[in-house]
């Protein structure tokens, strides 16, 4: 059975924000949040930490093994650049000394 969590009241989530219920109203009617209407106004908790700046995302762990591994691709892949551009610059360098060298003779 899924989790899930319970809707919110108008003062926790001006207790969450840390403002006035007034400034949850204000919120609801720019629509910065969107209220769920049951018999009563409720918010779901999920947009109020998304508000906040903590978006959680819910991945199935296989979707999070996928990104893993593909992060740690990507991190082989940019070592394996980086690498190679070391030896880029090091072979221009030296190409760039000998050339020098040679002008001075």
């Known amino acids: 059975m899924p989790n899930i969590e319970p809707l919110l009241k108008k003062s926790q ?11 949850v109203d204000r919120y609801r009617e720019d629509g910065i949040i969107t209220p769920c209407r049951i018999p009563a106004v409720r ?3 999920q947009e109020i930490r998304e508000l906040i700046g903590v978006k959680l995302e819910k991945f199935s762990p296989l979707e999070r093994k996928r990104f893993e591994r593909e992060l740690e691709e990507w991190k082989t892949r940019a070592e394996k650049a980086e690498a190679a551009l070391r030896r880029i610059n090091i072979t221009a360098t030296e190409a760039m000394l000998c050339e020098k060298e040679a002008f001075q003779i």
């Open 13 to 23: 989530v001006a207790e969450i924000l840390q403002v006035d219920e007034r400034t």
């Open 43 to 45: 918010y779901n908790p």
